[in-house]
């Protein structure tokens, strides 16, 4: 088992700063930077607080069933989704919790898949089908990466909007003014700058410097999200 003292050794702080860290004091002065590093160690090396250790245990979280949108070949390709189905087992495995893997097929899976499982974490966009046959069938839910359409849900999302404008506006303070965007259209509109990203980029354009539409290129295709569509974008 990682210890505090083994996470401090590698960022380079003391015991307790690491332990105020992982515990989210937001008393302790500590840079960003130094707080992101300790974060990312803990994660790396598996670590987890006493406090979620016994509240997994105590909840008797022993395996969770993780259902993914993409057949194992498409995430192969992906390295977004393949990154985040990593640091959701590792966090699984640092709190000594089983993971089954349920890839996407072309028909519903066999429920029976589910079985044993105490929860389920949905990872990527789930059809109204999908979101269904998940709430029939198991115990607890939340979505990842997705957000459903009705409150109901538990989900987890990154925020695409304040993410896009904090790219542009470091591209922006080195200096760059004439920035494009390579991205891929929505499959449930027909309008090519229907995608939060793409829609952030073109707002912030506007309103810092000057949008034009010869270099903001999307696409619908079947390789979306892979490095190879985005060379052949750009």
Known sequence: MVTLKEIANVVGVSTATV???????????????KRQAIIETAEALNYATPRNRNRANSQGLSKVALVHFLRPEQELIDPYYV????????????????????????????????????????????????I?????NARHLVFADFVPPSDEYDSVSSDLV???????????????????FAG?????????????????YIKWM???LDFDPEICVTERASDRHTEQSGYRLG
Request: contains cysteine; neutral net charge.
């Open 19 to 33: 332990s105020r860290v992982l515990n989210f004091d937001a008393t302790l002065s500590i840079t960003a930077k």
């Open 83 to 130: 990154g985040l189905r990593l640091g959701i087992e590792s966090r699984c495995q640092a709190l000594k919790i089983e993971t089954v893997r349920v890839y996407h097929t072309d028909s519903m899976p066999d429920a029976s898949l589910l079985q044993g499982a105490s929860g389920v974490i949905a990872i990527g966009h789930q059809d109204s089908d999908e």
């Open 132 to 136: 269904a046959w998940l709430a029939r």
């Open 162 to 180: 304040a993410a896009t404008y904090k790219l542009l506006n470091a591209l922006k303070e080195r200096g760059y003014r004439r920035i494009g």
């Open 184 to 200: 891929w259209m929505e499959d449930r509109s027909d309008d090519p700058y229907y995608e939060v990203r793409c829609h952030s």
């Open 206 to 208: 506007r309103e810092n």
